[in-house]
């Protein structure tokens, strides 16, 4: 079985593909903090509503599973997906046309960074507890 196409697995790994795109796009931002006329950019976050009706309305894996009874989850891929960005409109520029305000990209970095930490820590409770379910604690 693949690890990473269990439902809960393969969300947090979208979520931390999403949060790792993110970072990038804050540290470009920082690193354009000067330029003239850099729009500031960010990545417009996933709707996790969609997600999740996609998760659960799909009945078919690429992988060995299949869904033979009505009651079985159907499990569906979710492949590294490019994410969605958008200029940040909402930003003041300063005179030379630059919308980067550092303190402001330094709070998202930081909640980014916050969101990671929390996104591998249930990645790992989830391995620990499937471990436990097949009796191999002591890995």
């Given at each position: 079985m693949d690890l990473p196409a269990i439902p809960l697995l393969s969300m947090l790994k979208e979520r931390m593909a999403w949060l790792n795109q993110r970072q990038n796009v804050l540290s470009q931002n920082v690193a354009n903090v000067d330029t003239p006329g850099y729009a500031a950019r960010d990545l417009k976050p996933v709707?996790?509503?969609?997600?999740?009706?996609?998760?659960?309305?799909?009945?078919?894996?690429?992988?060995?599973?299949?869904?033979?009874?009505?009651?079985?989850?159907?499990?569906?891929?979710?492949?590294?997906?490019?994410?969605?960005?958008?200029?940040?409109?909402?930003?003041?520029?300063n005179p030379s046309g630059n919308s980067v305000s550092l303190e402001e990209e330094m709070i998202k970095v930081a909640d980014t960074q916050a969101q990671f930490q929390a996104a591998t820590n249930l990645y790992a409770k989830a391995i620990d507890m499937m471990k436990t379910a097949i009796g191999k604690t002591g890995m």
């Open positions: 709707d996790f509503e969609k997600a999740l009706k996609d998760a659960t309305t799909s009945s078919s894996f690429s992988g060995s599973l299949t869904t033979t009874n009505p009651r079985h989850i159907a499990l569906s891929p979710h492949g590294a997906a490019a994410f969605a960005g958008e200029d940040t409109p909402d930003i003041e520029s």
